[in-house]
């Protein structure tokens, strides 16, 4: 087992039924890492969670940070490039976390490199170099 004190840890705080709860993304024992509590805040959210913060903390180099800001940008974005669209409304957790104006233009900003992307393997798979 590594120390515990020299790596990043990950927790989520969230509302259900108007009560608090704290998530941790695994057990204190276990390895913590970005990708284990993304897969938690995405299944909290869906689960119907109000997400009010995500935190990343490592009490060996003794930094702290909210992260609740990136975690939205990074879903927003994975959600754009698998092809969602958005036409009523963003998902609650990302349209709190950075906002419906900056949630648009995150949106359209995915789906512009989307398309240019598209545009690159069309004319590559065509025999053109892009």
């Not at 490592?58 to 698998?82: K, M, S, V």
């Not at 609650?92 to 789906?111: N, V, Y």
Request: a negative charge; charged letters at 30%.
């Amino acid at each position: 087992m590594s120390s515990l004190s020299d790596r990043t840890f990950y927790f989520v705080l969230a509302r259900t039924n108007g009560r608090n709860s704290v998530e941790f993304s695994r057990e204190l024992d276990e390895p913590t890492d970005r990708a284990a509590t993304f897969d938690l805040v995405k299944e909290m959210a869906n689960d119907g969670y109000e997400i009010i913060t995500i935190s990343a903390f490592n009490p060996h180099e003794g930094h702290a940070q909210d992260i609740t800001e990136d975690f939205a940008r990074e879903w927003l974005a994975e959600l754009t490039a698998e092809g969602h669209r958005f036409d009523l409304e963003f998902p609650p957790f990302i349209e709190s976390a950075i906002g419906l104006g900056d949630a648009e233009q995150i949106r359209r900003e995915c789906e512009a490199s989307a398309e240019e992307d598209r545009r690159e393997t069309a004319l590559m798979v065509g025999g053109v170099a892009a």
